[in-house]
């Protein structure tokens, strides 16, 4: 059975047409399209949606950054922890060192030595000190006197402290002993250097030796002619003889004109 559509009316008037007929004019109900119904409101749905979420959701960038400060914060409350704790530990660390209790050193064994026997190393002090105001030596020469059977007697190490701790200045030393033998005991030049260098004179070095015959104020003329009158009261010589004694290497060692001067000047 094929269903009525209802008719309306949309107007009271009359119309008639040509032939004089009544005429109604009637409009169909247009038809709902449910596809249509169904994407309006999945789009309004969608907009719904978008703006709840910028209402409640806020800026996904804002976000985004206030998570990094918060992250950047974090670490920076971490590092400045960090380096709080390392100078509470610096602090802790120095003042364990300055609490530390001082150590007094150890004496050296050459301390403990001079302990042991300071008695003895003071006397061979004192004895090298004598002898250095009375007695002009070398620091080898006053050595063999500190350690001489003959001499003092002293140990090695007792003499070696009193040579090491003596104040002395062995180039005047070495001086007064040039002195001395000029005085007492005609020397060449030459002469002179060779006993306040040898082994079997005073042991002064060279270099002291050398000072004292430099600043040494002598006449080796004069003691040329006075070796030469000691020779003559001992043995009668010839002037070549005489000569001969005053400059050789194993004589005297006067030069050619200090032995001329004194061949020429003896009393015949």
Do not use: W
């Not at 180039?171 to 007492?184: G, H």
């Not at 003329?221 to 002037?239: H, R, V």
């Amino acid at each position: 059975m094929a269903r009525k559509e209802k008719e309306v009316v949309y107007s009271s008037e009359e119309h008639r047409n040509e032939n004089g007929e009544r005429v109604v004019y009637v409009e169909r109900p247009k038809k709902k399209n449910p596809f249509l119904l169904g994407c309006l409101g999945i789009l309004g749905l969608i907009i719904l949606l978008g703006a709840c979420a910028a209402i409640f959701g806020g800026n996904p960038d804002e976000i985004t950054k206030d998570d990094a400060s918060t992250t950047t914060d974090t670490k920076s409350d971490d590092k400045e922890e960090t380096a709080s704790k390392e100078d509470t530990t610096e602090e802790k660390s120095t003042e364990e060192v300055e609490e530390e209790p001082t150590t007094e050193e150890e004496p050296t064994t050459e301390e403990k030595k001079s302990e042991e026997v300071s008695r003895e190393f003071k006397a061979a002090l004192q004895s090298a000190e004598n002898y250095n105001r009375t007695l002009p030596m070398s620091k080898a020469g006053l050595y063999d006197q500190l350690t001489s059977d003959a001499g003092d007697g002293y140990p090695a190490d007792a003499a070696q402290y009193a040579i090491d701790n003596l104040k002395a200045d062995y180039k005047k030393n070495a001086l007064k002993s040039a002195e001395n033998y000029n005085k007492t005991m005609p020397m060449s030049k030459a002469g002179l250097y060779n006993q306040l260098t040898s082994d079997a004179g005073d042991k002064y070095t060279a270099e002291e030796a050398q000072y004292a015959v430099d600043k040494l104020k002598a006449n080796y003329k004069e003691n040329a002619l006075k070796s030469a009158e000691n020779y003559i009261d001992l043995m009668p010589m010839s002037d070549q003889e005489l000569y001969n004694q005053l400059t050789s290497d194993a004589g005297d060692k006067y030069t050619a004109e200090e032995a001329q001067y004194a061949v020429d000047n003896i009393e015949q």
